[in-house]
């Protein structure tokens, strides 16, 4: 992922100097490095306004206050749901503990795209 890019699921806006990672970027090492060797400040976020003009304005002053990028909660959060194993023992992490729990009990459904699925058709 290019420093600049906003990036949530497989859509990528440009954003001048911030960067906004989605589920492949959080995968994909958004955080990182400043040119200087500064490390990256990056931000958890419950959400950006839908509304685009609210969105370019929270972001803006964002990057005046010296946030270099944003993960959406919702992103991070499934990110370690679909990272952590069922069949895993996760002594050390409580919070990957309940999840691998969750997870071997069918507590968390697919991604949303699946109700797209083509079904079948009743014969």
Do not use: W
Not at 93 to 113: A, C, E, H
């Amino acid at each position: 992922m290019a420093y600049g890019d906003i990036q949530h699921g497989s859509t990528r806006e440009h954003a001048g100097d911030l960067s906004i990672c989605g589920t492949e970027g959080v995968s994909t090492g958004c955080a990182g490095i400043r040119s200087d060797g500064a490390p990256l400040k990056i931000l958890v976020v419950p959400a950006l306004p839908q509304d685009s003009k609210a969105r370019e304005d929270s972001i803006a002053l964002l990057r005046s206050k010296g946030i270099d990028g944003i993960i959406p909660f919702r992103t991070m959060l499934a990110d370690l749901v679909s990272e952590t194993k069922a069949n895993r023992n996760y002594q050390k992490s409580d919070v990957l503990q309940i999840i691998r729990i969750l997870k071997n009990y069918d507590f968390f459904k697919g991604p949303q795209m699946e109700l797209f699925k083509a079904r079948k058709k009743k014969a």
